[in-house]
């Protein structure tokens, strides 16, 4: 486990993922279920408006690498984690405002104006997106930096299931912090509600995501003052360079495929399963608000559980199947707690979906440290980070879309069969990510980046 002194940098760390927990409730979770369900905004238009913060993840690359080569007073990381910070804060006020304004279109009937609203809101989200990619990319290459290999899967699993902790208690807090407008039916108690969210939320996450960060990254100095390490990062790989090595292992092209028909599985739902609470079950806004708290704690357990019990003994590949065939299960289940309606079973079926989750998701992110190098953590994290957002965006936008097209074929947009049409096709591609996960191979990656890095170090340094 570590040093006393180890585990609480870890959860120290862990503030920043549990920060970006807590968002993700609100943006996907109670923005999503105010649009869908309260303000009758198409879920099309919605989750395309919502998803395209995953559409930038391009940039993670870049700020991985310029992370990589940035020398301010001596700190790669920290800048951008802050700078980032303060820009998704401040952005998240400016799309809680833009939600009400798309509401009030919608409230009028002009359906000409929800369109150019939920335009407005999908560019907000766009920025928000980079903002989130300036931030948590280099945030990610810090772990890699403060840790030794020992080390490192003990970071991650502590730091991720703080991720969780986010989840969970952002559900609980930001749901109650709505008060009693989610036992009213009148809308303008509502939206005050979420004026005081979008108010105070912001200023807190960005205090915390300082706390978290601030003084944990050593210093670069021109002597080399951390020895062997520094003396490797001052090697600065240029772009160039850098897409040498990610060219140089088959394994790259077929890890990022395999990862993001895995996140986009894991994500499919994350658009519809609020509405699916509401539609199906009558769950009012912070009954299914809550939903995130029931699946998050699912997903802790299945994390913290995984690292320590599971992945030593069946190895990352095994565990990860062993989770994509458990979360396909647990998906199906939620169809049919829909289809006997019954409460009881969707709740249990979403907490053991959360833990499958949490076996593939612990799983993955043990792949993702095998198939890295200190030299260039943050460009190798950039590019399994683009994997993921771009297929967590497309997760987003494709779960309201499915939804919408089923709904063509039963008649309505909130009817049983349009959803579990949409979980079906998620069971699915759980199933099929499991199975090719099977094939990475981070001794051979390894092996290959470490012969390209030793040819591309030698040639910049000549």
């Not at 357990?301 to 199947?321: K, S, V």
């Not at 089923?406 to 199975?435: C, I, M, P």
């Amino acid at each position: 486990m570590g040093s006393a002194r180890f585990i609480a940098l870890a959860l120290r760390l862990g503030l920043f993922q549990a920060c970006l927990g807590a968002l993700s409730v609100l943006t996907l979770g109670i923005f999503n279920r105010l649009l869908i369900d309260e303000f009758q905004v198409p879920a099309a238009l919605t989750a395309l408006a919502l998803g395209s913060q995953q559409l930038v993840g391009f940039s993670r690359v870049w700020f991985g690498q310029r992370s990589d080569r940035c020398r301010w007073k001596g700190l790669r990381r920290t800048p951008f984690i802050i700078g980032g910070a303060a820009a998704f804060c401040g952005l998240t006020w400016i799309a809680g405002r833009t939600v009400l304004w798309l509401a009030e279109a919608s409230q009028s009937g002009n359906q000409g104006d929800v369109l150019s609203r939920g335009l407005v809101l999908a560019l907000v989200f766009v920025f928000y997106g980079l903002a989130i990619s300036a931030s948590s990319t280099p945030f990610a290459a810090l772990l890699v930096d403060v840790s030794t290999e020992k080390q490192r899967p003990a970071l991650v699993s502590i730091v991720w299931s703080m991720l969780m902790v986010g989840i969970v208690a952002g559900a609980i807090l930001l749901s109650s912090f709505l008060g009693s407008s989610c036992d009213s039916a009148e809308l303008s108690e509502m939206i005050s509600g979420v004026e005081r969210l979008i108010t105070v939320a912001p200023l807190v996450i960005f205090s915390l995501v300082v706390v978290s960060i601030t003084g944990v990254e050593p210093r670069l100095t021109a002597a080399g003052g951390r020895g062997q390490r520094v003396s490797s990062s001052e090697q600065e790989i240029s772009l160039k360079g850098a897409w040498t090595v990610l060219k140089s292992s088959p394994q790259v092209g077929y890890f990022f495929a395999v990862l993001s028909l895995f996140t986009f599985s894991l994500f499919l739902q994350e658009a519809v399963l609020e509405p699916y609470g509401g539609a199906v079950f009558a769950m009012d806004v912070c009954t299914s608000t809550q939903l995130n708290a029931v699946w998050g704690v699912g997903t802790l357990l299945g994390i913290a559980a995984t690292g320590f019990l599971i992945t030593p003994r069946l190895g990352a590949q095994r565990t990860a199947l062993a989770g994509g065939i458990l979360s396909a299960l647990f998906v199906l289940m939620m169809v049919l707690a829909g289809l006997l309606e019954s409460t009881t079973l969707f709740r249990t079926a979403v907490f053991l979906f959360g833990a499958g989750a949490g076996i593939s998701t612990n799983a993955s992110l043990t792949l993702m440290l095998g198939l890295t190098s200190p030299l260039m953590a943050g460009t190798f994290i950039g590019v399994w980070g683009l994997a993921q957002a771009y297929a967590r965006g497309l997760a987003t936008v494709s779960g309201g879309a499915l939804l919408s097209v089923f709904s063509e074929f039963t008649g309505s947009q909130n009817s049983f069969q349009a959803y579990a049409g949409v979980f079906v096709v998620q069971a699915l591609g759980l199933l099929v990510a499991g199975f090719l996960l099977l094939r990475v191979d981070t001794n051979l990656f390894q092996s290959n980046v470490e012969k390209v890095l030793g040819r591309i170090v030698a040639s910049e340094l000549d």
